[in-house]
């Protein structure tokens, strides 16, 4: 049985064996590390690159896959939907950004410079507008950063951000709107 | 800044790719599954830590509550009124007995019974 499943990361749509596809579903969910293996090196770097999307680093990339990975082991049980997953995943690796964020918040408080965290443009010419693009979502609360940046640098959906972030429709077209707004503002001359 | 100029840089942004490869994949699986394998130790561990407090404190609470409870006609005097242990040793009557004793005189016509 074949069923066409759709790869965000690439923006085309994939065809995957679905009795495959869920059989290694089920031999994780009961506990196999060679199929959680399996499913990981299917999703690891999609998931990876949203992270780094969303932190604009390279720094704690590592920490926040293993974290979201570690999650999904334990709470694998309670997703029955294998077609879900990889979006349960950025629902999960969401909640572990937003926790180190809030985190880096808290350093930054007492005196470390954030700074210390903005980004690194592969090329140097767009290295300037990037920084500055990060330095001002690092100046925006976890809230109002995540949904932004997973709408409009990640091109995620207005309802795929929203269970990203786990909040309704309306909370995150506001969210969205609010981050636009200061961002504009702080990148304005 | 115009919305055009957000897009170039938006564009700028999603170009940018993480150094994620093999190896650095492979470290990552592995220590996951090392850390989940030790929480689930840790848990392990707590769970019966807690069974055996629990089981603890529910036998030092049975072994509390037998030694209080009467089992000998010693332990019954314990139990009986205040009152009674006062009267039985010569003491002052208690208002009670003086409302019993007020009682059998007047149905006595207040005449005593000799």
């Given at each position: 049985m074949v069923a066409i499943a759709r790869n965000p990361a690439a923006g085309v749509f994939e065809a995957v064996?679905?009795?495959?596809?869920?059989?290694?579903?089920?031999?994780?969910?009961?506990?196999?590390?060679?199929?959680?293996?399996e499913l990981y090196a299917m999703h690891s770097r999609y998931i990876a690159g949203v992270v780094y999307r969303l932190l604009g680093n390279d720094g704690d990339l590592d920490d926040v896959v293993q974290e979201t990975f570690i999650d999904?082991?334990?709470?694998?049980?309670?997703?029955?939907?294998?077609s879900?997953?990889?979006?349960?995943?950025?629902t999960v690796a969401v909640r572990r950004t937003r926790r180190l964020l809030a985190r880096r918040r808290r350093r930054a408080f007492f005196g470390s410079l954030?700074?210390?965290?903005?980004?690194?443009?592969s090329d140097p010419r767009d290295r300037q507008p990037v920084d500055e693009l990060y330095d001002a979502l690092d100046r925006l609360p976890e809230d109002l950063r995540i949904p932004w940046a997973l709408h409009r640098i990640e091109h995620l959906s207005l309802p795929e951000?929203?269970?990203?972030?786990?909040?309704?429709?309306?909370?995150?077209?506001?969210?969205?709107a609010e981050a636009e707004e200061r961002i504009q503002k702080r990148l304005s001359p | 800044m115009s919305a055009r100029d957000l897009d170039t840089i938006l564009e700028s942004a999603r170009a940018r790719t993480s150094s994620w490869d093999a190896e650095r994949s492979n470290r990552v699986l592995a220590s996951a599954i090392t850390r989940r394998a030790s929480i689930g130790r840790r848990n392990t561990i707590l769970r019966r830590g807690v069974a055996v407090g629990a089981g603890a404190m529910l036998l030092a609470f049975a072994v509390h509550a037998l030694a209080l409870t009467p089992s000998s006609s010693a332990s019954a005097s314990q139990w009986s009124a205040p009152g009674a242990q006062q009267?039985?040793?010569?003491?002052?009557?208690?208002p009670c007995q003086k409302d019993c004793?007020?009682?059998t005189r007047q149905t006595d016509g207040g005449y005593g019974t000799d």
């Open positions: 064996h679905a009795t495959g596809a869920n059989e290694l579903f089920d031999r994780a969910r009961a506990g196999d590390n060679a199929a959680f293996g999904a082991l334990s709470g694998l049980s309670t997703l029955h939907d294998p879900a997953l990889r979006a349960w995943l950025v954030l700074r210390d965290h903005s980004a690194t443009a951000a929203a269970e990203a972030c786990e909040v309704s429709l309306a909370t995150i077209k506001r969210r969205i | 009267s039985a040793s010569g003491g002052d009557p208690t004793e007020l009682a």
